[in-house]
């Protein structure tokens, strides 16, 4: 892989990550046309994605800071209230503390919930993904998809739910849909946005929403894809980490691209896109 690859690769990567038209696909679409080919793919993908995540960490740092600590005083109060259970079994009066307290506590609640139905599909359904992601049939209907569940969204009247009054319902609802999205050409950003909006949630705090949950989600897909290297021989190319730091900075300025997009009711446009891009797949398929 040459370093002009890996920098168009992390280009494409960070611009799609982030707008709900798929980078899976993208990605497949973009070697199979431009034939670029390395037998280190899948451990580049992983990197690739590790680049995505510096983006996200780096939009909503104050927000992670405040769920890591909320995750924090989750467990602590967990023990100590486990503690109090066992220690005391028979004193009346046991001082238990309330374990999601705040805001940011049942959030970081909302987002294991999400992830747990994440892990579960995505599990079930890795040996599918892994069997369809070598041609570009499997993007092209992923794609279709995508563009159905963009236009029901971008259909839905305004919603009211935000930080303060989300329900478990709604976290697994989007994990849900977030497990599915592991499939090639099925956008996990366009999913879960859509989710979100489906179940109730403003448009801005759907993607706000989307985008934080998307990072265990990013972990967990790292881990899979490492596993299924089995004993396949790492190889480490200092080429790689041009199309992580362009996976970085693309990232990071098209989250805001996004924010402002999806304010304005404007997935139609993107549900558009992914119809023409995913007939251009399933034509390829089929005459190549």
């Not at 909320?70 to 467990?75: E, K, N, Q, V, Y």
Request: overall charge positive.
């Amino acid at each position: 892989m040459t370093v002009i690859e890996a920098l168009f690769l992390g280009l494409i990567q960070g611009i799609t990550e982030f707008l709900p038209i798929s980078s899976s696909a993208h990605l497949i679409i973009f070697r199979h046309f431009m034939k670029i080919e390395d037998t280190q793919t899948v451990f580049f993908n992983v990197l690739l994605h590790f680049g995505s995540m510096i983006a996200i960490l780096l939009t909503f740092s104050k927000e992670w800071k405040r769920l890591f600590l909320a995750l924090c005083g989750i467990i602590i109060d967990l023990f100590h209230n486990l503690k109090e259970h066992f220690s005391s079994q028979h004193q009346e009066g046991k001082q238990y503390r309330k374990v999601l307290g705040s805001n940011y506590r049942m959030l970081a609640f909302l987002l294991i919930l999400t992830t747990i139905p994440t892990a579960v599909i995505g599990g079930m359904i890795q040996s599918l993904v892994t069997l369809t992601s070598s041609n570009l049939l499997a993007p092209g209907v992923g794609l279709y998809l995508t563009a159905i569940l963009l236009v029901v969204a971008d259909m839905l009247p305004e919603g009211e739910k935000t930080q303060k009054n989300l329900k478990p319902k709604d976290a697994l609802i989007a994990g849900f849909f977030q497990g599915f999205s592991t499939i090639p050409g099925l956008s996990r950003l366009g999913s879960t946005i859509s989710a979100c909006v489906i179940g109730g949630m403003t448009r801005s705090y759907a993607v706000k929403y989307s985008l934080i949950v998307s990072v265990p989600a990013i972990i967990g897909a790292t881990i899979v894809e490492l596993a299924t290297m089995g004993k396949n021989k790492i190889v480490f190319h200092p080429v790689y980490l041009v199309g992580v730091f362009m996976a970085a900075l693309a990232g990071y300025f098209t989250i805001r691209i996004l924010m402002r997009v999806v304010k304005k009711r404007k997935l139609k446009y993107f549900a558009l896109y992914c119809l023409l891009v995913g007939t251009f797949s399933i034509a390829g398929y089929f005459l190549l």
